[in-house]
């Protein structure tokens, strides 16, 4: 299923992210964190570092909390195949400010490169049309990438879902902060919460 | 043999919502569960909360740490043969210090008919506890909202990740008559 003129993820999420706003952004575990870190340290970011197959979720519970938000997870295919599940979720609760944009290598990068099921078979926009999200689709050039920044700032249209294809190469890991207490404690401040 | 209705003198599950309620907690979180389907009702009834349907348990273990993100408090509702199914998430709540109220209805303790639900009801509190959550139990209806006040309590002032096990004792007692 690989594509020839297949987008850079790093330019990817540098163009979702251009102009974000209030935007609260979960970014998963693996290189989807590191590009959140390349685009810009935030203090609306939560990178994880773990818990996988938790990113939509995560989102889920952020956007039903705070519905006046943009709220974006942005993930590999790995780390939403494992949380496939919470796509039925995600459909069933149709949050109008979640939005889910799916950096689609077809490989877990992370641990080696090895081939993903998006590679052979398994097609995440159809899951996430059959979970009963609508507006789901594949998304192939940055001009699409664009018209969807702009479209995520909608609180009122979500939820909505992503893949975008993009270029299998390894690029330099750029770290985040790792100190989960420490970006949850700044997120939570950045949207007014005091520590207990 | 006719089986009755179960035998619930004190009612449980209201202590239980109305403690959610004391504890100003939005987001329910639950996988479908006999046990805790009282409790799903009233909280699916009170538009003050957000009961969410999981399709598995860890689901809501991530669910609730965005919901703590967000600045509003959440519960796990669950059995105990889901509690295993939280184990890697749980690393959320203990690296992120984020609380956690989770209330487990107990299976595989007492009385039990399916041998499947003993292993995961044996090491339910022993998961929790590796895996750096505070476990408290209540066995009797009369101390369920004292229990469930404590627990309320030390999750969200204490930001202590706390599960609340609820006997099968407690919610599985059935008279059979003839």
Known sequence: MSKANLLDRRQVVNTLLADRKDALVVAGLGASTYDL????????????????????MIGLGLALAQPKLPVVVVTGDGEMLMGMGSLATVGLQKPKNLTILVLDNEAYGETGGQVSHTSASADLVGVARACGIPDSKEISTLGEIEAFAKLMQDVTSGPRF???KIDGANLERVLSNRDGMFIMTRLRGALGHAPI | ??????????????????ELQTARVVQV??????????LIDLCHADTAMR?????????????LAG?????????????????????????????CRIPLLALVTMRGEWGEFNPWQVPMGSSTQGVFEL??????????????????????????NAC????????????GTKVFVK
Not at chain 2, 31 to 38: F, M, R, S
Not at chain 2, 87 to 95: K, T
Not at chain 2, 160 to 171: D, G, K
Request: net charge negative; hydrophobic share 50%.
């Open chain 2, 131 to 156: 895996s750096g959550i505070r476990v408290l139990r209540a066995t009797e209806p009369a101390e369920v909202k004292d229990v469930m006040e404590a627990a309320a309590s030390q999750a969200y």
């Open chain 2, 67 to 95: 919901a703590w993100l967000g600045g509003q408090r959440g519960a796990l509702l669950l059995q105990s043969s889901g509690v295993g199914n939280c184990i890697n998430m749980l690393a959320l709540n203990q690296e």
């Open chain 2, 51 to 63: 009961a969410v349907s999981l399709t598995t348990e860890e689901e809501g273990v991530a669910m």
């Open chain 2, 1 to 18: 043999m006719v089986e009755s209705a179960p035998v619930m003198s004190v009612s449980w599950p209201a202590h239980v919502f109305h």
């Open chain 2, 29 to 38: 979180a639950y996988v479908p569960d006999a046990g805790h389907g009282a």
């Open chain 2, 160 to 171: 202590t990740p706390t599960a609340l096990l609820l006997s099968q004792r407690l919610i």
């Open chain 1, 162 to 164: 992503a893949n975008v």
């Open chain 1, 37 to 56: 870190a390349a685009a810009g340290d935030h203090a609306r970011n939560l990178y994880l570092w773990g818990a996988m197959g938790g990113a939509v």
